[in-house]
């Protein structure tokens, strides 16, 4: 049996960013969406000027991934090729499909952008991670109504299993502004690594389930 | 390991509503796609690959598909129940599980009314519809990897077969044609004028197609008829870490995928005898895949890619071509590659140009997509 734990996790909601825990960053002043976002990459010291020509999905994962790989040694710790990217979603690409779908619908005004249309899928957001960090193994992006941190459980523990992958980003990011005049965004990322020696240690998080679950809803 | 068969199938496009119609056209070398004027599609001519309206309705009428579904909802249905109708699986068992492949689900919804965001554009929804529609009690999964959704999702069909939760996996998949597709290739430029010609010297870009498909795996061998004895055995997904829009030049992230999937299926490289390309036609995606299929050491099994008989039909296409594999599997026939004549890409790539009958035991399906994503997947026949 592979022993595998939450080695460290990124949680990303409206006015907050949390670390392992820990309140990084508050935002009393009820900034939109793509202020705040902008404020979390500049606050946590991100350079990357890919970032700005992303659309609103891509900059949550990439900004909770970039947050959660800070101060690792993952890619020198695993070859490039047994990371693994595995994120869950709601509303997969939808934001940014209405904003393409305007950008043809009006013949007078007809204009579909390249740019725009690539970041109609909801995996981009796993390629943009990949692209940043070389990583090359597993991807996978899978669409439910909410969190399924039983999924991420059972998934990701058989990648390991079939030794397919040593260490993985997953978790959950979503973004969706359909409905209503403010954005619904949420980024819960997990980095999961095998436990050191194959054992468990005092302070690790073994990676499961309920572990997931009590991470994403705040509890003890 | 659990032995993974696969114990029906069923494909919807512009040949046919079944897989056997749709693979007699293939061995007569019939394409599907043609030029289009409809304006509802693109404001100018464009070659597509669609499914015959006519005979879709006929085929609803059937199915007793009422209107409340929408066109990839009903298509799913058609193409599940026709699957289905050839196994012995019990949809509403609790070791049923499905999975539903789909790059954009219901998106021709989207921009119909602006005021009412309909929940049918979650691809979740979409496949809770299917779910409850065949009375099956499990949470459905939704993949939606870009143009390698279809394979992921065999892929996982395997995968989740190995755990002890399942028993049959219904691995279903659609994509329909509309403008916003449309598009955004074109916006790419990336959509040839004629109809595509993968691996060729003078290919200029994809066709695209819209359609269905099904696979039922089990691994129950009691579910299975005497005919099929097909398995699944190894299977891997990768990333270029290159360029969202753009393949990898050197088609690194594509041999990993391989490599892999020949690792878990314990074969050789040598045991492969057939390989079903992605092979969209573009002057890139498809020299990237030659490149890694020489990685590979496959430069010399016969390649073919499909998307000249029927499109590139985007969630459904790691499925429909998987299931024309599996028949070349039973059959002993490889499709030839239509539009293809002179080979175009830097390797010496070994690409089928006329339907070929030959014994063949084990296949290679290969999918690459937007994002930098590539997968693969092995099947073979037991003998």
């Known amino acids: 049996m592979i022993l595998t734990e939450i080695s460290k996790y990124c949680i990303i909601r409206k006015n907050t960013l949390v670390l392992n825990g820990v309140e990084l960053l508050s935002d009393e002043t009820n900034l939109p969406f793509s202020d705040f976002i902008k404020t979390i990459y500049k606050s946590q010291e991100i350079n990357y000027p890919k970032f700005f020509k992303m659309d609103s ?7 909770a991934s970039e947050i959660l790989l800070k101060n690792t040694a993952i890619s020198e710790n695993y070859n490039t090729d047994e990371i693994g990217v595995i994120i869950e979603n709601r509303a997969s690409s939808l934001s940014t499909d209405l904003k393409y779908q305007k950008s043809f619908e009006d013949k007078t005004n007809y204009f579909p952008n390249p740019s725009l249309f690539v970041y109609t899928l909801p995996n981009i957001m796993i390629g943009e991670i990949c692209i940043k960090n070389n990583f090359k193994g597993e991807n996978g992006l899978f669409v439910f109504e909410k969190f399924d941190p039983q999924f991420i459980e059972d998934y990701v523990s058989m990648l390991f299993k079939i030794g397919r992958i040593n260490a993985c980003i997953t978790g959950w990011v979503d973004f969706d502004d359909l409905a209503k005049e403010e954005p619904i965004f949420e980024a819960a990322l997990f980095l999961i690594e095998k436990q050191r020696n194959n054992e468990v240690s005092a302070n690790s998080i073994i990676f499961d389930n309920q572990n997931l679950n009590n991470i994403y809803f705040n509890k003890k | 390991m659990k032995e993974v068969y696969i114990s029906s199938d069923n494909i919807i496009c512009s040949l046919g509503f079944n897989t056997k119609e749709v693979f007699e056209n293939l061995k007569k070398n019939i394409s599907g796609v043609q030029l289009n004027s409809d304006r509802k599609y693109s404001p100018s001519d464009v070659p597509l690959s669609l499914i015959n309206e006519t005979a879709f309705a006929k085929e609803c009428e059937n199915c007793k598909i009422d209107h409340s579904f929408t066109k990839l909802e009903k ?8 699957a289905i109708n050839k196994s012995a699986i019990d949809l509403s068992s609790p070791k049923t599980l499905f999975i539903v492949s789909t790059t954009k689900g219901n998106i021709d919804l989207l921009g119909k009314n602006e005021e009412v965001i309909n929940d049918q554009l979650y691809l979740w929804e979409t496949a809770a519809t299917i779910q409850k529609y065949f009375k099956n009690p499990n949470l459905p999964i939704v993949v939606s990897n870009a143009c390698i959704s279809g394979v992921v999702a065999i892929v996982n069909g395997m995968r989740f077969l190995q755990t002890d939760k399942y028993e049959n996996i219904v ?35 994809i066709s695209l197609g819209e359609g269905a498909g099904t696979i039922i795996l089990t691994s129950n061998i009691q579910n299975l008829n005497e005919e099929s004895k097909v398995k699944v055995i190894g299977g891997a997904v990768s990333n270029d870490a290159n360029h969202i829009s753009g393949p990898s030049r050197t088609g690194d992230g594509l041999h990993y995928s391989i490599k892999k999937s020949i690792e878990e299926a314990q074969i050789k490289e040598s045991d492969i005898d057939h390989i ?17 299929f020489a990685l590979a050491n496959l430069l010399e099994v016969p390649t073919n890619s499909l998307k000249g008989f029927f499109g590139h039909t985007l969630g459904a296409a790691g499925i429909i071509e998987s299931i024309i594999g599996v028949h070349s599997l039973k059959e002993n026939v490889m499709i030839n590659t239509f539009g293809f004549e002179n080979l175009g890409v830097t390797e010496n790539l070994n690409v089928i140009n006329k339907l070929t009958y ?19 997947v092995i099947f073979t026949k037991e003998t």
Do not use: W
């Open chain 1, 57 to 63: 999905l891509s900059k949550l994962a990439f900004v």
């Open chain 2, 75 to 82: 298509l799913l249905i058609i193409s599940i129940s026709e």
């Open chain 2, 171 to 205: 691995i279903c998949g659609g994509d329909i044609m509309t403008e916003f597709v449309i598009s955004g290739f074109q916006s790419f430029k990336a959509i040839s004028p004629t109809i595509c010609r993968p691996f060729d010297n003078s290919r200029d870009g």
């Open chain 2, 276 to 292: 079903l390309a992605h092979g969209t036609a573009t002057p890139y995606n498809d020299e990237m895949e030659a490149k890694a």
């Open chain 2, 358 to 376: 030959k014994p063949i035991n084990t296949i290679l399906k290969t999918a690459s997509g937007f994002g930098g994503c590539n997968a693969s």
